[in-house]
């Protein structure tokens, strides 16, 4: 099975969520890593989650294969845990 996101297919749920939380944090090229970083260490995983997850409308929607809260958390969770680059 495979998940998409912006016209491309991703082999897990997880990889998916992680392409919408770095396409929300960089927000499609306009921030840089450091503003990234920036956000990242003082907005909360589930925050940032909440919000993308709500401004795209994922809580609307029948799709079982949606991304739910948890699994956006995940991915801004591991975002914010690794080394700045």
Do not use: C, H, K
């Amino acid at each position: 099975m495979s998940y998409q996101f912006n016209s491309m297919l991703f082999d897990t749920p997880y990889r998916r969520d992680r392409a919408i939380a770095e396409s929300w944090l960089y927000a499609d090229g306009l921030n840089d890593e450091q503003e990234v970083r920036r956000t990242l260490a003082t907005v909360s995983p589930e925050q940032l989650a909440s919000e993308v997850w709500e401004a795209w409308g994922f809580e609307n929607t029948d799709d079982e294969d949606a991304p739910t809260l948890e699994s956006m958390t995940e991915a801004f969770r591991d975002m914010a845990r690794e080394p700045a680059s």
